[in-house]
């Protein structure tokens, strides 16, 4: 079993940054190795991928978070972080780690606002 719990959201202005992190525990180096990403979600819409990060490292981005956002992970710290530059008000949502070990995992959410 593994468990993603997500921390690092909250209130920021538009213009400035915010970095989530999502720790896996439980066998967390391996999943660390698989496949992970940031989804997010607003109300009445759906769950949205944000960016992702293959154990080759390879990433990708939404069109609408490119050169704005980056994902990374420390295997060592079993982590996988999202650096969050020049937010606007649609960032606006709850974020949520995943990640694809045989079965999808997700992390229970963290809130992120943007006020303008």
């Known amino acids: 079993q593994v468990q993603l719990v997500e921390s690092g959201g909250g209130l920021v202005q538009a213009g400035g940054s915010l970095r989530l992190s999502c720790s896996a525990s439980?066998?967390?180096?391996?999943?660390?190795?698989?496949?992970m990403a940031w989804y997010r979600q607003t109300p009445g819409k759906e769950r949205e991928l944000v960016a992702s990060?293959?154990?080759?490292?390879?990433?990708t981005y939404a069109d609408s978070v490119k050169g704005r956002f980056t994902i990374s992970k420390d295997i060592r710290k079993n982590t996988l972080y999202l650096q969050m530059d020049r937010v606007n008000v649609e960032d606006t949502a709850v974020y949520y780690c995943?990640?694809?070990?045989?079965?999808?995992?997700w992390g229970q959410g963290t809130q992120v606002t943007v006020s303008s």
């Open positions: 990060i293959a154990p080759s490292g390879t990433t």
């Open positions: 439980a066998s967390g180096r391996s999943t660390m190795a698989n496949y």
């Open positions: 995943y990640a694809h070990k045989g079965v999808p995992y």
